[in-house]
Structures are given as structure tokens and as C-alpha cells.
């Protein structure tokens, strides 16, 4: 298996704009995570998701940011408008079982906002 | 809500020194969990602890959880430079909810 993937690996964009972070889980996973780490907040868990539906979205930061699940092999996290303080490393993950077990983690997007 | 702490923040070690990190939260955790992230990489899962006062070992790395299920530790015996990164601990309260990892201890080995 591939792992979790993500795209793109790096994004750098102007104020405003809007921006989507994409995420594929590993295949048979049924939960994806969302998490943004800086070096101020460390790392956060911002949604998750079970089967595609969202269960825990309390961490996302403000109606800014939403993210969506629309089938078992994709999901999108998505800001807009895009404000320098969202620059940080977002991380995809999946596992079988939820927040109380093993997960897996993809290589990240670094977010540069200007 | 749930805060978990580490400490400390950052740890300079010679290679060959042993090395510990802690981990604390402020309420009852139903397990804790181990990840390391490598400069520039992604957390990696090390080791799950769910028993209160288990131990366990993966060659030179020893991981408790306390009795009360609040804290945990992190030992490398004989550091090497590929320890180097950084050890975040995650828990979950006892209804496994309010997932949230520590802030991490960051390790340098100086060869």
C-alpha cells in the first residue's frame, strides 16, 4: 500500500485566495484525520471522520476552514479566504479504528500564506 | 478539557547518553500512544500502552504508563543519531474522546 497520500506537498499562496489540501486515506481505513501542527500550537486535530461522515470538527479554527469526506478515498480540506496565520503543516490521517488506536500519517502539505 | 504536558521541551544528549521524556494529562487517559517525528518528516506510531503500569520495550526504547493512567515515559538507552526528532505522546480521556497529543520533546544527539 501507498500509504496516506496528500497533495500538494507544498502551497504557497497570497492572502485571500482560497486553498484546498487533498487526502487519500489508505484504502479499508474508515477514519481520516485532519491535524495542523506550528510551532506555536504544536499539533492539533482539527475534524475527523468515520466512514465519511464528520464526528468531532470542534478543532477547526473558524468558518474558514471546512472539510469534506465525499467518498471512502478522499477528502478535502478547504480555506477560504486564506490568512497569513494559517501558514503550518497540515497532516492527513487514517486507521481502521478510530482516535484510540495507531495512526497513520501522510507526508503533509506546508501551507505558506503571504 | 484535556491537557497533556511534556517535559522537557527540548533535550540535548551526547550519543551514547540515555535519553527520557514525560508525559502528563490532566485527566484519565484510556491509552496512550508514542509517535516520533523525524526533521522535516510526518509522525510515525511507535507503541500503544492501555494497561495501567505497563511497560514495554522495543530495543533500546522503554515506555511506561503510570498507575493512575495520567502520565507516561519515554527512555532510549545509548542514544544514536538516529534517534534524533522529535517524541510526541496522545491520549484520549476514558470515554475515548478528546484525542489530543502532547507538545513533543524535541532530541539532538551530538555525535
Known amino acids: 500500500d501507498a500509504g496516506v497520500i496528500q497533495s500538494p506537498r507544498h502551497e504557497v499562496t497570497e492572502m485571500g485566495q482560497e486553498v484546498t489540501l487533498r487526502c487519500k486515506p489508505i484504502s479499508g481505513h474508515d477514519y481520516l484525520f485532519w491535524y495542523r501542527q506550528t510551532m506555536m500550537r504544536g499539533l492539533e486535530l482539527l475534524i475527523y471522520?468515520?466512514?465519511?461522515?464528520?464526528?468531532?470538527d470542534s478543532g477547526m479554527p473558524e468558518d474558514r476552514f471546512s472539510a469534506k469526506m465525499p467518498n471512502a478515498s478522499f477528502s478535502t480540506l478547504k480555506i477560504q479566504p486564506s490568512e497569513p496565520r494559517d501558514s503550518a503543516v497540515y497532516f492527513c490521517a487514517s486507521n481502521p479504528s478510530g482516535s484510540n488506536n495507531e495512526q497513520f500519517f501522510g507526508p503533509g502539505t506546508r501551507l505558506t500564506v503571504l | 478539557g484535556q491537557q497533556v504536558m511534556q517535559i522537557p521541551q527540548y533535550q540535548h544528549v551526547q550519543e551514547g547518553e540515555d535519553f527520557t521524556t514525560y508525559c502528563n494529562s490532566s485527566t484519565t487517559l484510556s491509552n496512550i500512544q508514542w509517535y516520533k517525528q523525524r526533521p522535516g518528516g510526518h509522525p510515525v506510531f511507535l507503541i500503544q500502552l492501555v494497561k495501567s503500569g505497563e511497560v514495554k520495550k522495543q530495543k533500546r526504547l522503554t515506555f511506561q504508563f503510570g498507575e493512575a493512567k495520567k502520565n507516561s515515559s519515554l527512555h532510549i538507552t545509548a542514544t544514536q543519531t538516529t534517534d534524533v526528532g522529535t517524541y510526541f505522546c496522545?491520549?484520549?480521556?476514558?470515554?475515548?474522546?478528546?484525542?489530543?497529543f502532547g507538545p513533543g520533546t524535541r532530541l539532538s544527539v551530538l555525535p
Open positions: 496522545a491520549g484520549a480521556d476514558n470515554y475515548g474522546q478528546n484525542f489530543v
Open positions: 471522520f468515520n466512514n465519511n461522515v464528520p464526528i468531532d
